[in-house]
């Protein structure tokens, strides 16, 4: 028996809201256990305590997360992912806006060349460059330091950060800047007050997406570090180890995951609307 228009769009609703439950069950499963672990005592971590919720009676409650912010090593790394997450943001946003101005705005030879020797740049594989990355810095004396990890985020995230913002900038009216110049700005003015206001969710997605990768990088961290002087927060939770180094505290480790979260999520939340608005827009040519 065929369905009618109603029941078939009840069904495709149906489907579309059972699918969108599978997806979210899928992505958020792996979340509700890390925080369940992350309020269990380690007791009940090593007897194998079933289920999300902490056992009656093993629970450790917010104990976990007052000794991990207590802990000197994890507040250390959280000054150095923050300081070097934000530098690198900065420098690589400043620097990607004005390559991705001029690629936008001037025609040069080359054009398309350096646009896609960005591309592969930001596609190769990061591994490869752990070895070369470790001698050179330590032989410039750069090694265990924060410059020594802002400059290979700074490599790897300025690619795609002009690649973002000059889909922008092309977008922009050249006329609008013309304008501008005819009323008498000057042409720093009128890229600072017309062109970078209007960029401005390319701008946000470009320096969300930098802090991301710089903030949860691993690869680096763990391999051009020895010490907590510039150790990451990725990195510096494989080294957290607690009072027994044959016994791991999970559920430390747990709510150190959780508290390195936090700030992703934060920033997700709060720049929600930008980061849509500069994900969808510059694909769109008007």
Not at 10 to 15: I, W
Not at 43 to 52: E, L
Request: net charge positive.
């Amino acid at each position: 028996m065929a369905l009618t228009g109603k029941n078939k769009e009840r069904a495709q609703r149906g489907g579309m809201v059972l699918g969108v439950a599978l997806v979210l069950g899928w992505c958020l499963l792996p979340v509700v256990w890390i925080i369940s672990l992350s309020f269990k005592s380690q007791a009940a971590v090593t007897n194998g305590s079933p289920g999300f919720l902490p056992a009656s009676g093993g629970g450790a409650g917010w104990d976990n997360y007052v000794d991990v912010i207590q802990d000197e090593q994890f507040r250390r790394a959280i000054i150095n992912s923050i300081g070097i997450s934000l530098i690198a943001t900065i420098l690589s946003v400043a620097i990607a806006t004005l390559a991705a101005y001029a690629i936008a705005r001037l025609e040069f030879k080359g054009k398309k060349f350096v646009l896609t020797t960005a591309l592969v740049i930001a596609m190769f594989p990061v591994v490869s460059l752990v070895g070369p990355l470790f001698d050179v810095w330590r032989t410039i004396g750069i090694y265990d330091t924060w410059i020594g990890l802002i400059i290979p985020y700074m490599s790897f995230t300025l690619p795609l950060a002009i690649w973002t913002l000059s889909a922008f900038f092309r977008e922009i009216p050249w006329e609008m800047e013309q304008a501008a110049q005819v009323d008498g700005a000057t042409q720093w003015q009128a890229f600072r007050k017309v062109i970078v206001p209007l960029a401005a969710p390319g701008v946000f997605t470009a320096a969300i997406l930098t802090f991301f990768f710089a903030w949860n990088d691993f690869v680096f961290g763990i391999s051009l570090t020895s010490t907590e002087n510039a150790r990451p927060i990725p990195a510096a939770l494989s080294f957290f180890v607690g009072q027994d180094p044959f016994n791991r505290p999970a559920s430390l480790l747990a709510a150190g995951a959780v508290v390195a979260t936090i700030p992703i999520v934060v920033l997700v939340l709060f720049f929600q609307r930008k980061i849509v608005a500069g994900l969808t827009a510059g694909a769109v040519k008007g």
